[in-house]
């Protein structure tokens, strides 16, 4: 039984995305993006009160990044993960951690622009480095992208494409023309579509600008 504890457009997406790209059967059990992740009953599948939880064959997995890796080996014949002895191992696993060096910037501004409530509590200087962080990263990706980020497509795609999708809610892919064209390449399989949120969303808005700093 594989069982995906899921929020609309937060990581948890990346393991809806390649559970959809692995054709396997599972069950999506969708919470709120609210207190409810701190009740007892979420807790006792994540401890820290957090989006993704992953119920699989009897264990639960509470980090989108193992619950990629483990679904790799789980299912191998999909061909989206990469083995220990692989020659791409090492960029394997090195993009599927780098997800989360965006997501975490991500992560900030959706806190700056989405999850605070009051405006005098939003920080200009925040949401300028932290937009900044994500544009270093997209320089990254544009450093080192092929037609996917390894030989062929990947769990890795899936993983910072995500992550990307979460960012280019606060910085645009314009200016990083062969990012645009993978980000672009890989949303278009249609797992990717099967992965996106109804109504409930996390952002009500498609993209969210810095505040300028008033002097």
Not at 11 to 19: G, I, N, P, Q, V
Not at 96 to 119: C, G, K, Y
Not at 145 to 163: C, K, P
Request: glycine fraction near 6%; charge should be negative; aromatic fraction near 10%.
């Amino acid at each position: 039984m594989i069982r995906l504890h899921h929020c609309p457009q937060t990581r948890s997406m990346r393991a809806l995305w390649l559970l959809h790209e692995l054709g396997v059967d599972f069950e999506v059990q969708e919470w709120p993006f609210d207190k409810t992740l701190r009740s007892p009953e979420f807790r006792a599948l994540n401890p820290a009160g957090r989006i993704p939880a992953l119920e699989l064959d009897g264990e639960t997995i509470w980090e989108s990044g193992a619950m990629i890796e483990v679904l790799c080996e789980r299912f191998p014949e999909a061909g989206l993960g990469r083995d220990a002895g692989h020659p791409e191992r090492a960029r394997f696993l090195t993009w599927i951690h780098f997800a989360e060096t965006i997501s975490q910037h991500a992560a900030a501004l959706t806190q700056q622009h989405v999850a605070l409530r009051d405006d005098a509590m939003r920080s200009p200087i925040v949401m300028q480095l932290e937009a900044a962080r994500i544009g270093k990263c997209y320089a990254a990706l544009e450093e080192h992208l092929g037609e996917y980020l390894l030989d062929a497509f990947s769990a890795a795609d899936i993983a910072v494409g995500q992550a990307v999708y979460m960012a280019r809610h606060f910085k645009a892919l314009d200016g990083y023309p062969k990012t645009l064209a993978w980000y672009d390449r890989i949303t278009a399989r249609p797992p990717f579509a099967s992965s996106l949120p109804g109504e409930a969303k996390l952002y009500p808005q498609d993209f969210y600008e810095a505040w300028e700093v008033v002097e």
